[in-house]
């Protein structure tokens, strides 16, 4: 679906999102098609379920966002350096 699609069906509430399809333009990510994993009444319980999947699947591109957002602006972010446990 599309961002102003899932605004319709989701009225003013907190969504965790998963980019099915999505491309760089710059240093801004377009997220093309989107889905819906699920609803939240606050954001502190749509981060724990974001925390939970990504832990399980890192790969997934998942977001969280409220849909009184009118668009998402989305900058990325480029790290450099070596990652790994501290």
Known sequence: ???QEIRGHYPQQWLLLEAVKAHSEGDQR???QLAVLDAFPDSATALR????IHREIPQRE???FHTSRDTLDILERHWIGIQGDS
């Not at 379920?49 to 939970?52: C, D, E, G, P, S």
């Open 62 to 64: 998942l977001y969280v």
């Open 30 to 32: 377009i997220l093309d």
């Open 49 to 52: 379920a974001y925390a939970r």
């Open 1 to 3: 679906m599309q961002w």
